[in-house]
């Protein structure tokens, strides 16, 4: 019997937990970016980052908001284990919680100011499209959903690369955004002088 997706990816993050912030600086591009631009947008109560994995990008949520109340969704046990060792030390309250986004959490009274993806949708594969909807039940009436994930790419060598890391690349995810929420942001970049590229996505309910 074959793993399922979840099994395959805790593994695949029981190893990757160790080396996740030391690797991934040189292709996830646009994190702080989207998080400085979601700055100038929302004065959230409360955040949800749903794969917040190391807990990095939860660190500097705090810095920019540091009243918000902070959560956190993973699948994957190891790295919210290194997500709360680096909070701790990090002096940096937040509840992280084990399990699939694949329907609301409904966490918080009235719902979540802000919700993050960071390079998220792209791993869920099957499932980014309930992630998607299941945001779009836990914001609140004026929450606003910040995305930065894989675009394209013109090389099928790299995508075929990314697969073998369980990460989908094309234009699928975008799409599905713009006709869920408003757009106050939507902006494409190129990656190593257009050997793929990634969005930046910022919107709110309908």
């Known amino acids: 019997m074959e793993p399922s997706r979840t099994e395959t990816l805790t593994q695949y993050y029981r190893f990757h937990s160790k080396i996740y912030d030391v ?3 040189s292709f996830l591009f646009g994190r702080d970016l989207l998080l400085e631009k979601v700055s100038k947008l929302s004065v ?23 009243n918000a109340a902070l ?11 290194v997500a709360e060792e680096k909070l701790v030390a990090a002096e940096v309250e937040a509840n992280l919680i084990q ?20 390079y998220c949708l792209s791993i869920i594969n099957p499932g980014w499209q309930e992630a998607v909807l299941a945001a779009k039940a836990d914001l609140s009436g004026s929450g606003v959903l910040a995305v930065v994930d894989f675009k394209e790419s013109k090389s099928d060598i790299y995508k075929a690369w990314m ?16 006709g869920s929420f408003k757009a106050l942001l939507s902006e494409k970049h190129d990656a190593y002088f257009g050997a793929w590229s990634y969005f930046l996505f910022i919107g709110i309910n309908h």
């Open 44 to 66: 959230p109560k409360n955040i949800l980052e749903v794969g917040c994995g190391t807990g990095r990008n939860l660190r500097i949520l705090h810095k920019i908001f540091p």
């Open 99 to 118: 399990e699939s986004y694949d329907r609301p959490l409904h966490s918080v009274e009235d719902g979540f100011d802000l919700i993050v993806f960071s």
């Open 163 to 178: 697969a073998m890391n369980h990460v989908k690349i094309g234009n699928h995810i975008s799409p599905m955004l713009e």
């Open 23 to 25: 690797t991934r600086w």
């Open 71 to 81: 959560f956190g969704v993973d699948i994957s046990e190891e790295m919210l284990k």
